[in-house]
């Protein structure tokens, strides 16, 4: 696949991307919950075209709209208007679940480490292609991964750009969000505007079976804003034309590969699996 674009029409796509998003977004919009946060909001909704309604309170007034981003202290959030009770989602890689996994998630002995090479002591550049809310992302930059983080929907990329932003300024884990270049492009049509990475991760979106309150809450919102992943078999070839080493494919356990295109080899865990397609041995650490 070519890499030889140039700047404008680089550009030009992901301008035409973004456009063709926010068309169908009507039923979104984006507000501040304290007043101190205004003029912060007024300029995310100018950068990712959404429409701008001031106070996050006034959406109850505006029967179209299904979803309200809303900067509460200072952070990006998003709530499903018609359930409150489901919470807000945001993008934090300072504290909590993201936070523990760094401290306490074995390191280089992780699956998705192994899954990328990084227990030959080799540390790729990695595209994760389906970026979603970056918490495999941040864990590979954790352990010194470079990080080309695509992602198509304009809500998701808003959400994770603000997440990589607040944990640039954080002295925990300012070092590792440094490593985040994130992309807001199609990972199908626009996987050529990155420069070739050594791997591709795929986490394409599919039905989860796990009743946690967190993934469930995830799982409802995102599939009521961005429907069923009905492309994600495209994402494979494309992926195994622009890695140089391989693909890695993270799969629930009981779904079947990508494409049905059977992988190299497998890491399974208790609920998913890593699939990994090899294109090129990784090189053995010089000693």
Known sequence: MSN????????????????SSNEALSNIALGYVDSVDSDYAKRLAKKWQFNYIGDAASASKQPELEFILQMNQHVLELCKLDEPKLGAIKVDFVEGAVAHRRKFGGGRGQDIAKAVGLKHGFTPHVLDATAGLGRDAFVLAS??????????????????????ERAKLNNEVGDIAQNMQLIHASSIESMNLANQPDVVYLDPMFPHREKSAAVKKEMRIFQSLVGEDLDADGLLEPAL?????????????????????????SINMKKNRFDVYVNLAIPKPTT
């Open 241 to 265: 034309a622009l890695a140089k080493y391989r693909v890695v494919v993270k799969r629930p356990s009981y779904a079947p590969p990508l494409a049905n295109k059977k992988p190299s080899m």
């Open 4 to 19: 030889n674009k140039t700047s404008k029409t680089i550009s030009s796509e992901i301008l035409q991307h973004e456009e």
């Open 143 to 164: 352990l010194g991964c470079q990080l080309t983080l695509m992602e198509r929907m304009p809500v998701v990329a808003a959400l994770l750009d603000d997440g990589i």
